[in-house]
């Protein structure tokens, strides 16, 4: 009988403090994040939550065109098929003109 391909990801490096990918989501909840989504949009706040799947929740979002200030929400859901990448951001960043 074959056990077809599990669920565990193996690091191939042995180096016992190397931070996993899901080591630095779990250390950024509750932090301001900077999220970039596929179209180019950025969404700033507070990260609530996320999933395996990459969905967002965030708090105190604010949504950015072309660098620009366009919308201000509580609450936002991002679903995670439309994120390019989550960057923390230390902080607010003055939008040079």
Avoid at 30 to 41: A, C, D
Avoid at 46 to 54: F, T
């Amino acid at each position: 009988m074959s056990t077809g391909g599990g669920g565990e990801k193996v690091g191939g490096g042995g180096s016992g403090s190397a931070k996993t990918p899901s080591d630095f989501l779990k250390s950024i909840r509750g932090r301001p994040v900077v999220v970039k989504l596929n179209s180019g949009v950025d969404y700033r706040g507070i990260l609530a939550c996320l999933d395996g799947y990459m969905n967002i929740a965030m708090e105190q979002t604010e949504e950015y065109v072309n660098g620009q200030l366009k919308n201000k929400y509580g609450d936002a859901f991002i679903r995670g098929n439309n994120v390019l990448y989550i960057s923390t951001s230390k902080r607010t960043i003055a939008d040079g003109g």
